[in-house]
């Protein structure tokens, strides 16, 4: 904040100094005027502070030191000597795991986590492990120079963007394997996927000792499980969910929409749009299985070319549904365009 500039100190030195000026502009023919003046100019008049000029000086020393310099560690070294020093003063620390071409859901992500700790690390590291051979690991999109910009124009303290050598060093070979939330859904599709995303997400744990880890709603699943890991695995951390960011017509955000043709654009939406009639028709009672098959069926029929699932589960087991438990649930979904694979999810309401 800026400084209250100071009010002058000693008003009457105006007019002593004004006295002073008369005085030696009057007629030389008194004698004892002057005289009188070197007995005043003996006291001479406190002069008003000149704090101004002063306080305008400081103020672009101030704003330097309230802006945050970005700081990028690509090595375990650089990582621990940049954290150091908010370990030894007690620094509540804020972890955001992302693989970058970051959107306005990742910015959700660190605006939680500037909200919960007092610094913010963000990881931006596409990992590889997660990727099945047939998937888009090579095509994922990229764009470091944008994301730090991205990042530091949000006053993240720090970006953790590790090489897949300092990850995965010669000789690698130990894996996590995920809890029962990592059961069906994307495992039925995606078997590798869970070990990867359990495996990376243990070693960021690991490496940066975040007090918090903030998720995104949009990848329930992986939400879920990676609370599992973090109980089970007694990591000593939070893990915080931030809901799930969208376009105006509802469309979840991701860095996948970017491979969506304008038509499939268009259609994108509906996934949604079905996931909330078969919510509302859950928490009325309707059959679960009755709602899974027509729901796939009229997503094909707005324009879907195929859909990998529909379910309605307990929204913090990942457990079958059950209305009489009195329990919250979810209903998540996956869907192709073209080659586009879209997830999205939302809540039942009771």
């Known amino acids: ?60 020393a101030a704003a330097r030191a309230d802006a945050k310099q970005l ?28 693989m970058g071409a970051l959107h306005a859901g990742h910015f959700a992500l660190v605006e939680k986590a500037k909200a919960t700790a007092d610094r913010v690390i963000v990881s931006v590291f596409v990992n590889p ?19 730090l910009k991205r990042l530091s124009d949000l006053g993240v303290d720090l970006v953790w963007a590790p090489t897949v050598t300092q990850m995965y060093p010669e000789g690698f070979s130990t894996r996590v394997a995920p809890g029962s939330a990592s059961k069906g859904l994307e495992s039925d599709f995606r078997p590798h996927f869970f070990c990867g995303v359990a495996t990376v997400v243990a070693k960021l744990f690991n490496q940066v000792r ?3 880890a903030v998720f995104g709603e949009k990848d329930y699943q992986q939400l879920i499980v990676v609370k599992q890991l973090a109980r089970d695995l007694d990591m000593g951390l939070e ?4 809901a799930t960011v969208r376009e105006k017509d509802e469309l979840a955000l991701s860095s996948r929409n ?14 949604n749009l079905v996931l909330k009639e078969v919510a509302e028709a859950a928490a009325h009672g309707a059959s ?62 009771l």
């Open 71 to 98: 700081v990028v560690a690509r090595t375990g070294t650089e990582l621990r000597e940049a954290t150091a020093p908010w370990r030894v003063n007690g620094v509540k620390l804020a972890l955001v795991p992302t």
């Open 288 to 349: 679960i299985a009755h709602l899974r098959a027509a729901a796939k069926v009229r997503l094909l029929t707005l324009g879907f070319e195929k859909v990998d699932y529909i379910e309605v589960l307990d929204a913090e087991s990942l457990q079958p549904f059950e209305l009489e438990a009195g329990r919250p649930g979810r209903v998540l979904g996956a869907a192709w365009l073209g080659r586009t694979r879209l997830i999205d999810n939302v809540g039942v309401v």
């Open 1 to 60: 904040m800026a400084e209250t500039p100071e009010k002058p100190r000693g008003k009457s030195a105006q007019p002593k100094t004004a006295a002073l000026r008369d005085d030696k502009n009057r007629p030389a023919s008194k004698a004892k005027r002057p005289a009188r003046a070197k007995k005043r100019a003996a006291k001479p008049a406190k002069p008003a502070p000149a704090k101004k000029p002063a306080e305008r000086a400081k103020k672009p």
């Open 239 to 242: 893990i915080v969910p931030v």
């Open 258 to 271: 970017a491979y969506l043709s304008d038509a499939e654009r268009g259609v994108a939406p509906n996934l």
């Open 129 to 147: 492990t997660q990727f099945a051979p047939n998937e888009d690991l090579d095509r994922y999109p990229r764009d470091e120079a944008s994301d």
């Open 210 to 212: 975040p007090h918090f």
